[in-house]
């Protein structure tokens, strides 16, 4: 049976709530990523901030990213799946939440994410054609 864990892609890395959005960018660009889940103080899961909103929720809106926060921008319930889920589970949690990045947990501590491009290279054809259909329909 595949699992998230052997999917996802390892090395993400949390930004603490706390983190202004001038940081988080920071961080994208050091480590290559469009999205950071964001961490309590307790290191779990509240939110995942994405570049894209860090430009649409602040900079667009005319605020500025030094002194707005991560945990300001978290919105919704956050999503993520256990490293030893099934790629089944995986794909119907970003299928039903119609998300397209999934922190991935294991022990209550973040050890991975899962993106498209990490689809893209684990999946068929068949089944990232479906993913995307469903993903993509009520965009």
Do not use: F
Request: include cysteine.
């Amino acid at each position: 049976m595949t699992t998230a864990r052997d999917i996802m892609h390892t090395g993400a890395r949390w930004i603490p709530a706390h983190e202004t959005l001038d940081r988080a960018a920071q961080l994208m660009r050091e480590h290559g990523v469009g999205a950071l889940p964001i961490a309590d103080a307790n290191e779990r899961l509240c939110g995942i901030l994405t570049d894209r909103d860090i430009v649409v929720g602040c900079v667009a809106m005319g605020r500025d990213p030094s002194k707005v926060t991560a945990e300001e921008m978290a919105q919704g319930t956050p999503r993520w799946i256990e490293a030893d889920s099934d790629v089944e589970a995986v794909l119907n949690e970003m299928e039903n939440h119609q998300i397209r990045r999934l922190p991935v947990i294991d022990n209550k501590r973040l050890v991975g994410m899962i993106s498209e491009a990490d689809l893209a290279k684990h999946l068929s054809d068949e089944q990232l054609a479906h993913w995307m259909e469903r993903v993509y329909a009520l965009s």
